[in-house]
């Protein structure tokens, strides 16, 4: 397994979700309320800091891996899914916003794989949508996880929300991007490629 500075990061940001985590299920007396959410921002903010400072200093090194490619965006959706099931635990988003954002990670994650395999990964890859969605997104969660007003006038429990809300919209509006643009790959594709009785999965 390939080990350098880009690669560290990206398992130090693995290693900081049940930090982030566990910050809302310490004895009462630990930390208040606030300061909890104060800690898990704090977290979620330093482990998309070293989503960005990873992705630079492989390019920068000239240390891009194959495993670091695949263990990157591994850890982007284990956060965000983290930390979307933590909302919901807390009552700050529902089940159905964080179903729809980590159900359409995992299809078009697969999606991607499958296009690749196919020798067609540019036809999925990364829109202006999914960009935007992907802002809205974190700045959304660290705004739920501190739920406090910010500068005494932001209500940042409410802005979140609707950021979410909107992460949510251009999800899916990205998934039937992707979908569309994959469609005439998976019209060709025979069914013999497929084989029925490959034994279990």
């Given amino acids: 397994m390939p080990f350098n500075i880009p690669i560290l990061l990206t398992w130090l940001r693995m290693a900081l979700i049940p930090l982030m985590v566990g910050v809302f299920f310490l004895p009462g007396h630990w930390l208040t309320p606030y300061e909890q959410g104060v800690a898990a921002t704090v977290i979620f903010v330093i482990a998309a800091i070293t989503d960005w400072f990873d992705g630079y200093l492989a390019r920068r090194w000239n240390e891009t891996t194959s495993f670091g490619a695949f263990l990157d965006p591994v850890a ?65 969660i660290p705004m739920l996880l501190y739920a406090y007003p910010l500068f ?33 790959l998976i019209k060709e594709r025979p069914e013999t490629d497929h084989p029925a009785n490959d034994g279990p999965a």
């Fill in 76 to 140: 982007d959706k284990l956060i965000v899914a983290g930390a979307l099931l933590l909302l919901v635990q807390l009552g700050r988003t529902n089940s159905v916003i964080a179903f729809i954002i980590v159900g359409r990670e995992i299809a078009i994650t697969a999606l991607r794989e499958w296009m690749a395999q196919m020798g067609a990964s540019k036809s999925v890859a990364v829109s202006s949508i999914g960009k935007i969605k992907t802002a809205a997104q974190m700045v959304a």
């Fill in 152 to 184: 005494g006038v932001i209500d940042t429990l409410f802005v979140g929300q609707r950021l979410l809300d909107l992460a949510a919209v251009l999800t899916l509006w990205s998934m039937f991007y992707y979908l569309r643009k994959a469609w005439p």
